[in-house]
């Protein structure tokens, strides 16, 4: 089945640094999607990249849809102790997969003030 | 608006037991999806309806889970004799109109099975 592969798995950084994390597919896709979740709750979707190349803002975060549309990155920058949680990428993969999502595994942000 | 919401939020039960879980999705959103979480990995998809038809149940991982939409909003997941190995957290999404567009995510119920 598809897969993605995220990483860094976690990141310990300080207040005010600027974040970068990526994610990778051996397969296509055509939509990539950045969710955090805080602990306890759902995941809540924060950038949603629909064509390959485009780069996509939110506030703080930023996102890119690769070219190969095998990868996509999310940044974020002067991070705040709000911004710790899980963030994880998915996406809706090929026609086979229909309307299913497919999730990495997550980074998991903390952030020291 | 309202988003998505499930209940309970919590569910402890014993093995072999059987549980319902309820997810009440956007209003107007016609497609709505179950995933499940386990502790340290991302959600794994189980169901996905499109209106009151299931479009895609090949995540559910054996008989003895079953859902069901039966007027296209609210959806129950049905999990039977439960299982030790059932316990994680049961998340709902719903989208405007499915086909690979933005999901957005109930809060989940933790289930323990003891």
């Known amino acids: 089945g598809q897969q993605l592969n995220q990483s860094p798995q976690s990141m310990f950084i300080q207040e005010g640094e600027d974040v970068s994390m990526n994610c990778t597919s051996s397969?296509?896709?055509?939509?990539w999607l950045w969710y955090k979740q805080d602990p306890g709750e759902g995941p809540v979707l924060l950038i949603a990249?629909?064509?390959?190349?485009e780069l996509t803002s939110n506030g703080r975060l930023t996102a890119q849809f690769g070219i190969t549309r095998k990868d996509s990155f999310l940044n974020i920058s002067a991070s705040i102790p709000s911004d710790v949680g899980i963030y994880f990428c998915?996406?809706?993969?090929?026609?086979?997969?229909?309307?299913?999502?497919?999730f990495g595994e997550g980074t998991q942000l903390t952030v020291n003030p | 608006g309202a988003g998505v919401s499930q209940t309970p939020s919590n569910k402890v039960t014993e093995k072999g037991k059987y549980v319902e879980l309820r997810c009440d999705p956007i209003s107007g959103h016609t497609a709505l999806y179950w995933y499940r979480q386990s502790l340290g990995q991302g959600p794994e998809f189980l169901i996905y309806f499109q209106g009151t038809g299931a479009a895609d149940d090949s995540g559910l991982p054996n008989d003895r889970f079953f859902a069901v939409r039966p007027e296209g909003s609210v959806s129950t997941l049905k999990i039977q004799r439960t299982e030790r190995g059932d316990s994680a957290v049961y998340l709902c999404a719903s989208s405007l109109l499915g086909g690979g567009g933005e999901q957005f995510f109930g809060p989940g119920t933790r289930l323990t099975v003891l």
């Open positions: 397969s296509i896709f055509n939509t």
């Open positions: 998915a996406g809706p993969g090929g026609e086979t997969s229909g309307s299913r999502l497919t």
């Open positions: 990249l629909y064509k390959a190349g």
